[in-house]
């Protein structure tokens, strides 16, 4: 790396950086210090499926007499997990904002501990107004995690990886949703803890769980790309050099590949808000709508399902509430199949294809569910088969929209780019899923539940239209090449999106 002494100032971080970090990170092959990495950052997505699947499959033993929580199914599948939600989105942008201006590390330790003392304190729950508050919390800082980790795995991914390792890790929220269904029995059995007891362990265990994955995540360093840009350069090439250095050794060569090129950049602290709403909306307003869209689509689909499931099966197939869990395991392991199958495709096919193809499918498959269910022709088997065969498919395309949005916009915004989508996505499909959801298969009555399956099947078959035209291919290349940072002393070609 070298600088131009000239227009840099040490000691206001501003100035001219010239450096190969990008394309030196992007050119190692897979080490040991990546899958520290993927488990530092990446394991967060079990807790949280864990979570959410648990408290969709309590609902039914809360409302139970005796549970030590006043409280209705209804109000824990519909206002409760809308105000998770609506904590998810308003984390997300707070979080990720910090996260731009003050660094992925810092963040992702915070984001985690808010997210583990929320969830501590959902364990002590007594009263409505305490759980709903308490799920808001938990869910301001798993918004955090969001912004603050897909963000910082991207950048530290080599860009040949880089897809189908986003995928799995956004999609190994179901392992947790599998641990979560299963755990769920146990903890619900009254022979095992009482009535009100088995609930309050199953939060508790999460928060152990999640202490584990915080001493690991200690290890995880910061961005170089984030650091050379806020002028830190030195401690971006010492942090690249000793990781090349320790690639060499596991792998016993002298030399790594030479890196791809450089870029010169302008340092800065931090980016405002004007300049990033611009960035996004103006030069890259196509990839805004697809953004958007691809997050709708799965927020509906998903915040409903996840936190409606246990709902269906109850009241529909007459499925006890302790036993919810063994169906819900099944279709989470589906879930992540999904992602663990096709991400390679991600990186080799192409995004394009991919993400549209497992949108529309998806939504094709749903709206065929929902014809069966609504003829009378499945059981509760039959109902998390078709589930499980949906998404499959839908998990793989649900996950790409973390990947898209988290590279598809320039450095400085990463991160606030992330949460924005998130934040509006998740706010159109994900609060009004679960209110929508629970309202309609509360009512018992099938067409209503129908209805629900179809509004969800359309907003995803819809999305994927938009990426057939939209979406943008951005496997095996580097992220500075996919969106040019704004700090660069370059433009991008003529003809990008």
């Known amino acids: 790396m070298t600088r131009d002494n000239d227009t840099m100032d040490a000691t206001a971080g501003t100035g001219t950086v010239t450096t190969s970090v990008p394309a030196r990170l992007d050119r190692l092959p897979w080490s040991r210090w990546h899958w520290m990495i993927v488990i530092g950052l990446g394991t967060v ?25 006043p409280i209705t199914s209804a109000q824990v599948t519909g206002i409760a997990a809308a105000l998770y939600v609506a904590g998810a989105c ?21 984001t985690l501990a808010v997210y583990l003392g929320a969830t501590a304190l959902t364990a002590l729950s007594f009263s409505s107004w305490w759980f709903f508050a308490c799920r808001f919390l938990t869910g301001f800082g798993i918004g955090g995690e969001y912004a603050a980790i897909n963000s910082a795995i991207d950048e530290l991914i080599p860009s040949k990886y880089r897809g189908r390792i986003d995928l799995i890790i956004n999609g190994s929220f179901w392992l947790g949703a599998v641990g979560g269904s299963l755990l769920s029995i146990v903890m619900l059995d009254t022979d095992l803890f009482a009535i009100d007891v088995g609930w309050r362990l199953t939060f508790a265990l999460g928060v152990v769980f999640g202490l584990v994955i915080l001493l690991v995540r200690r290890h995880v360093p910061e961005s170089p790309r984030w650091q050379f840009i806020h002028g830190q350069g030195e401690k971006a090439e010492g942090l690249v050099s000793r990781v090349e250095e320790e690639i060499r050794r596991e792998k016993g060569v002298a030399e790594l590949p030479p890196p791809a090129g450089e870029i010169t950049i302008h340092t800065r602290r931090s980016i405002g808000f004007g300049l990033i709403a611009r960035t996004v909306f103006s030069q890259y307003r196509k990839r805004a709508v697809l953004g958007l869209s691809l997050f709708v689509g799965q927020a509906f689909l998903y915040n409903a399902i996840t936190f409606g499931f246990g709902a ?3 009241t529909f197939f007459d499925v006890p509430t302790g036993s919810t869990g063994y169906y819900f395991a099944v279709i989470a392991v589906g879930n992540f199949f999904g992602p663990l199958l096709l991400g390679r495709f991600f990186d080799t096919v192409g995004r394009r294809i991919m993400i549209s193809g497992t949108y529309i499918l ?15 022709h499945l059981t509760a088997t039959t109902l998390t088969a078709c589930w499980c065969v949906v998404l499959f498919f839908a998990s793989a395309g649900a996950s790409s929209a973390y990947l898209t949005v988290s590279e598809v916009f320039p450095m400085e915004t990463r991160a606030m780019a992330i949460a924005f989508f998130y934040a509006i996505g998740t706010a159109a499909g994900g609060i009004s899923g679960p209110l929508i959801f629970a309202e ?25 239209l938009v990426a057939v035209f939209l979406a943008v291919r951005a496997e095996q290349r580097s992220l500075e090449d996919i969106a040019v940072p704004l700090s660069a002393q370059v433009t991008p070609a003529p003809g990008k999106r």
């Open 440 to 464: 309609l298969t509360e009512s018992g009555v099938v067409a209503d539940t129908v209805l629900a399956f179809q509004i969800g099947a359309t907003l995803m078959t819809l999305a994927g």
């Open 312 to 314: 269906i099966l109850t």
């Open 362 to 376: 998806s939504g094709l498959l749903l709206f065929v569910t929902a014809w069966l269910f609504g003829g009378g």
């Open 45 to 69: 997505w079990i807790l949280d499926g864990l979570e959410v699947t648990v408290v969709g499959n309590i609902a039914g033993r809360l409302a139970e007499e005796g549970s030590g929580l």
């Open 90 to 110: 308003s984390g997300a942008l707070f979080f990720g904002w910090l996260t731009d201006r003050y660094g992925r590390k810092k963040l992702f330790i915070i």
